[in-house]
């Protein structure tokens, strides 16, 4: 079982990383051809704005966004959230996503960079004691399409219009976090994408 992780711009090692530790045959992907054999793929935190850009500059997109339609498991982290969504607020005028998550997504929903902020949050389907999540200029989802399962929303929020908000969510194939479980030692959010490739596989 092979999993790319998009190699534009972002957390690309941290994940690299963390799917090696959950047994998953990983590969770096900016190319066309690198997207050839995998059976999943992620999508990193970064910055989504630069993200989409490059996907353009690699001719990247199209063949990723086909992909997708075709059943390709992917996860997005902060800004691989923006990007999986079908809807984004507060993008620049010439943003485009990949798309495929029936969300509409904030960016930057949680304020700027020094508004960044640590929760312990519990997801649905992810078994255990709550997960320390980092957000870092994080999005959240303020709709979801009848086909989306919420997973988690923020359970402790300083700022009480954060309170509540949706931070994960899946559909289908699809899973998208805002916050970014690369950024810490707890693996359990990529063995859940792991296995949601084993079980598509």
Known sequence: MTIGVLALQGDVREHLRILTACGASVRPVRRTSELDGLQGIVLPGGESTTIDKLSRVFHLREPLVAALRGGL????????????????????????????????????????????????????????????????????VEQVGPDVQVLGRVEHARDPAAAGRIIAVRQGALLATSFHPEMSDDARVHRYFVSMVRETA
């Open 73 to 140: 498991p992917a996860y997005g982290s902060c800004a691989g959230m923006i990007l999986l969504a079908d809807r984004v607020l507060d993008g620049l005028p010439d943003q485009q996503t990949f798309g495929g998550l029936d969300v509409t997504v904030r960016r930057n929903a949680f304020g700027r960079q020094v508004d960044s902020f640590e929760d312990d949050v519990r997801l649905e389907g992810i078994d255990g004691a709550a997960m320390h999540a980092v957000f870092i200029r994080a999005p959240w």
